[in-house]
């Protein structure tokens, strides 16, 4: 009795404690459940980008309703509103109409088959024939810029379709102000900043080529800008002469005075007549015989 007693106690001394169950309320146990189910539609949600797609054939091999216009593409009707997924996080609407007749019925009493209405603006596109190759383009610099038809395939910017400033142009092809600026049509230019000093104002750059024809219709011919050239050299030719003598007379006037004075007037000597005594004051007076110069003096 005592060993079976004994054996008893050691069995309950090895046996290991009993865990303890973890018990939870309803509401947490229906709350766990919400968790996992909206988590689970993320999850789906994330994998299937468009859902309808795979709506489009259904067990009577019909066409679903709402995959009607999303069979192939990402196209979402509902209630009579397309909207399209741009795949940016958005979707885009655009309205759609029932076509004439009854409104949702074809002929043979199914659905009918939307128009969607195309409220896109067209943006016509015109192109220009470039001048040089005769190839049509939509977009050139040259073009935007001076309103000259050349692609830029065809563009030499260091020869035929280089800039000038217009100082330069005024300088060498003797244009005015109105000419760029009033004269019609008005030259287009366009502005960067001076490379001399960038404190300076914008420099204006044009094209040589509508330069060269502005200075054609100015003057005429060319034979007639050369004359104008050959005529304005002689008249500061002309000038820088006359400006030189001009410094010269005032420089040799200045070392050489009594050779270039205008009126030179002859140093007058008086020549004085007989004295007059003046007994009161006991003053002599003599005055000049060839002017009116008189002068008063005492005798020691």
């Not at 195309?118 to 001076?146: H, K, R, T, W």
């Not at 005015?176 to 230019?189: H, I, N, Q, S, Y």
């Not at 509508?210 to 002309?238: M, N, T, Y």
């Amino acid at each position: 009795m005592e060993m079976s007693e004994d054996s008893g106690t050691a069995a309950d001394a090895v046996a290991p404690p009993a865990e303890k169950v973890s018990k939870l309320t309803n509401a947490q146990k229906a709350r766990i459940e919400r968790n996992l189910a909206k988590a689970q539609k993320l999850r789906e949600a994330k994998l299937v980008l468009h859902p309808f797609k795979d709506l489009a054939s259904n067990k009577d091999g019909g066409l679903h309703p709402e995959a009607a216009l999303s069979q192939g593409s990402s196209v979402i009707k509902v209630q009579g509103t397309k909207y399209i997924d741009s795949g940016g996080g958005f979707l885009l609407e655009q309205p759609v109409l029932p076509t004439n007749g009854q409104p949702g019925l074809n002929k043979s009493g199914g659905e009918e088959t939307p128009v969607i209405l195309d409220d896109a603006i067209a943006i016509p596109v015109q192109y220009e024939e470039c001048l040089e190759c005769g190839d049509q383009y939509a977009d050139s610099y040259l073009f935007n810029n001076f309103g000259h038809s050349v692609c830029d395939k065809c563009r030499d910017n260091d020869g035929r379709h280089a800039l000038i400033t217009r100082t330069e142009a005024k300088a060498e092809y003797l244009l005015k102000d109105c000419d760029f600026d009033k004269r019609e049509p008005k030259l287009r230019f366009i502005s960067r900043k001076n490379p001399h000093n960038v404190r300076w104002g914008e420099m204006k750059l044009y094209l040589h080529l509508q330069i060269q024809k502005r200075a054609l219709e100015v003057w005429g011919s060319e034979e007639e800008l050369v004359r104008q050239h050959e005529s304005r050299e002689d008249k500061r030719e002309v000038g820088k002469a006359r400006k030189y003598n001009k410094q010269m007379k005032q420089l040799r006037m200045e070392v050489r005075s009594s050779i270039y004075t205008k009126k030179t007037h002859a140093i007058h000597e008086h020549e004085f007549g007989p004295d007059t005594h003046n007994e009161e004051e006991d003053t002599y007076t003599h005055t000049c015989l060839t002017c009116p110069y008189s002068e008063t003096y005492e005798k020691m």
